[in-house]
């Protein structure tokens, strides 16, 4: 595999658009079978082209990662045309959005975020494990991660290519940091299927509390699954871990009951 191809699936798997030129007539700036990915915030990885080709293939797969349409657009690259590109040719792309399968990102890798990264990717999860300390979030501590990201919390969620159907739960070490990455996860543009935070009720109405003072991204908070998890745990990290998962495949499948599989 070449370089280019390594580092577009890599992309690929945190979902993305794959554009890719299929056909050109004339002057164009690049030629069938130059490819880029772009990344829902907009960054792209690769070429056809430059310019403002480019540019609009970006807003083109923007959009369709919206809709999850695959086909070709046909550019025309005149002076006078939308582009107002000096080529003069004609090219087509195609683009192809890859949807990806869903990522669970545990912020904080204490007992519980370590029991969570095991039970979650045994029941399917993609899992991307975080913390602020770089000694923990590694593959010797947590072998059943896909992905492992150190450093500040707020830095991280901000960056982080979350999806509409990814999930995240925090549980950092101290309410402070769990607050901060709330607040990140609520000002965020694309807002995953689930998140949650690990709270005590009085915890979680403080932390709730203070975000609704600043009147800022308040809409999302009801969304927020806080105290976590359905009630079938104990104090336990593994069986609190099993109970985020069971809420969290009761919102993957669209379970709004849960109730007993033996009544």
């Known amino acids: ?21 299929v056909d050109k007539q004339g002057s164009t700036p690049s030629i069938p ?3 880029m990915v772009v990344h829902s915030d907009g960054k792209s990885f690769g070429t056809i082209g430059g310019g403002n080709l480019e540019r609009e293939a970006v807003h083109e797969a923007l959009k369709r990662m919206e809709t ?10 005149n002076e006078d045309g939308p582009l107002q590109s000096g080529c003069g040719g004609k090219t087509i792309l195609y683009y192809e959005p890859i949807k990806p399968g869903r990522s669970l990102w545990i912020f904080g890798m204490g007992h519980v975020g370590r029991a969570l990264c095991k039970a979650a990717s045994i029941s399917g999860w993609r899992v991307v494990a975080i913390d602020d300390k770089p000694e923990i979030a590694t593959r010797e501590k947590i ?3 896909s992905k492992y990201e150190c450093g500040d919390y707020q830095e991280i969620c901000s960056n982080a290519s979350i999806s509409r159907s990814d999930y995240v739960v925090i549980s950092t070490a101290d309410h402070a940091s769990d607050e901060k990455v709330l607040r990140g ?4 543009k694309i807002w995953p299927e689930y998140v949650g935070m690990i709270a005590s009720t009085r915890k979680a109405n403080t932390i709730f509390g203070n975000i609704k003072k600043d009147g800022e991204n308040i809409d999302r908070l009801d969304k927020v699954h806080s105290p976590i998890g359905l009630n079938v745990a104990t104090r336990k990290p593994e069986e609190i871990a099993i109970a985020i998962v069971a809420e969290m495949l009761a919102v993957k499948n669209g379970i709004e009951k849960v109730k007993s599989c033996s009544k």
């Open 143 to 145: 072998p059943t991660a």
């Open 185 to 188: 996860m609520l000002k965020r």
């Open 68 to 77: 999850g349409q695959i086909g070709t657009v046909s550019y025309s690259l």
């Open 33 to 35: 079978g130059a490819k």
């Open 1 to 21: 595999m070449s370089v280019l191809w390594k580092n577009i699936s890599d992309k690929l798997v945190e979902g993305s658009v794959l554009v890719i030129l």
